[in-house]
Structures are given as C-alpha cells and as structure tokens.
C-alpha cells in the first residue's frame, strides 16, 4: 500500500511540472498571436485598396496582355506553395492543410505535373512522404514573419510563372477567423483574377462601375507592371501572416486543453491518492486494534 501512495505522489508531482510547462507555453503563444494577429489585420487594407486599384485600371485598359494577368488555355504544370509551421504542439493545425493539400493534388490527376515550394518544416515532410518534387524550401520565417524574410518567396513565384515554368501557382495556408477558429484555405495566387480572398465576393458584387477618368503616368501597363508584382508579394506575406496568426492561436488553444487535461489527472490521482492513504490509516488502525485484543486475551 505505501508503495501505491508513493506511486501516485510521484504521478501528481511530474503532472503538476508537465502542467507548468504547458501553462507557460500557452501564455508564450498568446503573446504571440496578439502580434501576429495585429500584423495579419494590418496588411488586409493595403491588399484590398491594391486589388480595386488594379480592377480600376483594368477599365481603361486590357489587363490580359500583362504576363501576371493571362490565362492560360490548358493546365499542364501546377506549382504548390504550402505554408505550415516549423514546430509542432499546435493541434490539428499542421494536419488539416497537409489534408487539404494532398486532396488538391489528387484532384488535378495524373496528368498535371505538380511542383512544391515547402514554408515551413512540417510541410516540407509531409511533401517528402507524399513524393512530390520539392524545387525550394524556407524555414525559420513562419514563427514571426517580416516582409523582407518573404520577399524571396514572392519573387520566386514570379520568375517561374513570367518565365511560363508553371501555367499556374496555388497556394495553401490557414486563415485566421478567430482564437478558436481557424480554417485551411487554397486559392490560385496566379494568374490574377478578380475572385480574390483578400476581398469578399459581396464587396465586388457592390462594386460600382467606374465612372471615372483617369490619367496614368507613364502609361497603365506600366503602372501595372510596377503594381502587379508588389501586389502578388503582398499576397504571399499576408498568407505567411494569417498562418502565424493560426499558428499561434491553435498552439495557445491546445496547450490551454493539455493544462486542462493536466488538471482533471491531478483531481483524480489526488482522490485515489486519499482513497489509498485513508485505505491505509484504516488498515492500521485494524491492525493495532487486532494487536491490543490479542494482548488482552493473551
């Protein structure tokens, strides 16, 4: 029975350290997505009122002969960026894009040849284990993301579509909705079209025609040659962002659940822990008084 109780003490104390660390990491990760969160919403404008400036131009001229806006007629080559995280300790977060993600390549079929670039080291394995060809792989940026950290990133993406490399660049990450909240999103980054997740489609449908004159110096393509680029960047960095934001949150949340958890072991290891030693001064107690009736009888 001593050896139990010992037992059981030994368990309470390494789930109350376990605990400890679990609460400090949740703290640590709040911090950090009130940052990341601050650093998402801040960019979301800038995006926004970059996008209705190109859909003004594109009134007053044909957007299609930029290289940037041009569809192409069939899809033969696909490049995937997917954006995870670098450590683990983040609930479901790195798994359900890594889901989605390998539920978007089946469905392009055989036919289409899919490339990958890895943001993060946890997608990068999992691209490894699915045995998609990896052309380029950043670590170290998705923990607090800065512009100049993802601007290789973006200028990657465009050479190898300007170059015609891809007919087609997607690209997978987290959305942050909420601390509680957050939600795997695909979407084409390129070719540019109006059908943008940094603008929602009930904000284009209540668009205005545009009734205005402008006059562009030099000229709209080069207007747009300047913009275009800046813009896909920028898209890039806010998809880094959203998922840091993500990352954070769902880190925060699932140590927040382990502390929990850590909790309810302690409560019920510290009954069983009173139910042995109350087991024990009973058996002890039966035990003397076994002992002092056979003294008096004796």
């Given at each position: 029975?001593?050896?139990q109780i010992?037992?059981i003490?030994?368990?309470?104390?390494?789930?109350?350290?376990?605990?400890k660390?679990?609460?400090?990491?949740?703290?640590?990760?709040?911090?950090?997505?009130?940052?990341?969160?601050?650093?998402?919403?801040?960019?979301r404008?800038?995006?926004?009122?970059a996008?209705?400036?190109?859909?003004?131009?594109?009134?007053?001229?044909?957007?299609?002969?930029?290289?940037?806006?041009?569809?192409?007629?069939?899809?033969?080559?696909?490049?995937?960026?997917?954006?995870?995280?670098?450590?683990?300790?983040?609930?479901?977060f790195?798994?359900?894009?890594?889901?989605?993600?390998?539920?978007?390549?089946?469905?392009?079929?055989?036919?289409?040849q899919?490339?990958?670039?890895?943001?993060?080291?946890?997608?990068?394995?999992?691209?490894?284990?699915?045995?998609?060809?990896?052309?380029?792989?950043?670590?170290?940026?998705?923990?607090?993301p800065?512009?100049?950290?993802?601007?290789?990133i973006?200028?990657?993406?465009l050479?190898?579509f300007?170059?015609?490399t891809?007919?087609?660049?997607?690209?997978a990450?987290?959305d942050?909705?909420?601390?509680?909240?957050q939600?795997?999103?695909?979407?084409?980054?390129?070719?540019?079209?109006?059908k943008?997740?940094?603008?929602?489609?009930?904000?284009?449908?209540?668009q205005?025609?545009n009734?205005?004159?402008?006059?562009?110096?030099p000229?709209?393509?080069?207007?747009?040659?300047?913009?275009?680029?800046?813009?896909?960047?920028?898209?890039?960095?806010?998809?880094?962002?959203?998922?840091a934001?993500?990352?954070?949150?769902?880190?925060m949340?699932?140590?927040?659940?382990?502390?929990?958890?850590?909790?309810?072991?302690?409560n019920?290891l510290?009954?069983?822990?009173n139910?042995?030693?109350?087991?024990?001064?009973?058996?002890?107690i039966?035990?003397?008084?076994?002992?002092?009736?056979?003294?008096?009888?004796?």
């Amino acid at each position: 029975m001593a050896v139990q109780i010992r037992s059981i003490k030994r368990r309470i104390k390494s789930i109350k350290n376990t605990r400890k660390i679990t609460k400090a990491m949740e703290l640590v990760a709040a911090s950090k997505m009130r940052k990341a969160v601050n650093a998402a919403l801040e960019t979301r404008p800038f995006a926004l009122e970059a996008w209705k400036t190109i859909l003004q131009i594109g009134s007053v001229t044909d957007t299609q002969l930029h290289p940037l806006l041009r569809q192409h007629k069939e899809i033969k080559k696909v490049l995937l960026l997917l954006v995870t995280s670098d450590r683990g300790l983040a609930g479901g977060f790195n798994a359900n894009v890594i889901r989605k993600t390998i539920e978007q390549i089946d469905s392009y079929g055989k036919d289409v040849q899919i490339d990958a670039v890895a943001i993060g080291r946890r997608g990068e394995k999992a691209l490894h284990h699915a045995g998609k060809t990896i052309i380029a792989s950043f670590t170290e940026i998705t923990n607090k993301p800065t512009y100049e950290e993802v601007l290789p990133i973006g200028r990657l993406v465009l050479h190898e579509f300007i170059t015609g490399t891809y007919d087609k660049v997607v690209i997978a990450y987290t959305d942050f909705v909420s601390a509680i909240a957050q939600t795997p999103v695909i979407f084409d980054l390129l070719p540019l079209t109006q059908k943008d997740v940094l603008i929602p489609e009930s904000d284009l449908k209540t668009q205005k025609p545009n009734t205005k004159e402008y006059l562009f110096e030099p000229s709209p393509n080069e207007v747009l040659d300047r913009m275009l680029p800046q813009l896909v960047e920028t898209k890039v960095y806010q998809a880094i962002l959203e998922s840091a934001a993500s990352e954070h949150s769902a880190r925060m949340m699932a140590m927040r659940s382990a502390s929990d958890s850590a909790g309810e072991m302690i409560n019920e290891l510290t009954f069983s822990y009173n139910q042995a030693r109350q087991s024990a001064i009973t058996q002890e107690i039966a035990e003397i008084s076994s002992g002092k009736a056979a003294l008096e009888q004796a």
